[in-house]
């Protein structure tokens, strides 16, 4: 038999077995694994959580549209809380008075009243809410009476100091809203403008806003 037609020569076992442990220690190549895409801030992300948008302060305010009628008198939304000068308080007003001064104003017969538009209100009541710069004998929580020229018929305000009174104990805020504005009234018919002193008589025609004004005739 020639060398060609002979069979390969088989391995010997001690070849063999150092062919499987040098295959056995050579490294295994694994596959790179592609890089993630890094996520995006949170700020860039569209899912993003926006802050909670802050509370607008909103009140409600009785505003004179022009001159005329009931009609006149519009409910109005005012945005913003009035900022405070020095001497000012912040009241929450619970009651408001209605005078015949207001109803002269909406008619335009009320020179004192500013012009359109406008809120009216001379009087109310309510409770303070903040206090300004400069102010020692108001503080928040007190329940007092208020006075001014108009501005008044709307749910906060903001007015000096010294045109508020502490509230009597036991007063209602109604009560308290139709005080002022009858009790200076009946006081200047009496003793400015009437003169009015001891022992002397004065004629009270009607009982209605000069009701006061017979109470301390009697007195």
């Given at each position: ?20 442990t040098k295959s056995s220690e050579e490294p295994k190549v694994e596959p790179k ?187």
């Amino acid at each position: 038999m020639s060398g060609e037609d002979a069979p390969a020569q088989q391995q010997k076992p001690e070849e063999q077995s150092k062919q499987e442990t040098k295959s056995s220690e050579e490294p295994k190549v694994e596959p790179k694994a592609e890089p993630k895409p890094e996520s995006q801030p949170a700020a860039e992300a569209s899912n993003a959580e926006k802050p909670p948008e802050e509370e607008v302060f909103t009140y409600r305010a009785l505003v004179l549209s022009g001159y005329g009628g009931y009609d006149k008198v519009k409910l109005q939304v005012k945005k913003g809380k009035p900022a405070l000068k020095g001497g000012e308080v912040l009241v929450r007003v619970k009651a408001c008075g209605l005078n015949f001064a207001d109803l002269l104003g909406r008619q335009g017969l009320y020179d004192r009243l500013p012009s359109p538009p406008v809120t009216p209100g001379m009087e109310c009541a309510g409770v303070v809410e903040a206090v300004g710069e400069e102010v020692a004998d108001r503080k928040v929580g007190d329940k007092v009476l208020v006075l001014s020229r108009n501005g008044l018929w709307q749910e906060v305000v903001a007015v000096p100091a010294d045109h508020t009174f502490p509230m009597p104990e036991g007063m209602s805020f109604e009560e308290a809203a139709a005080l002022l504005i009858n009790y200076i009234t009946a006081y200047m018919i009496l003793f400015d403008f009437g003169n009015l002193r001891p022992n002397q008589s004065v004629l009270i025609h009607m009982a209605a806003a000069q009701s006061k004004a017979s109470e301390w005739a009697k007195g």
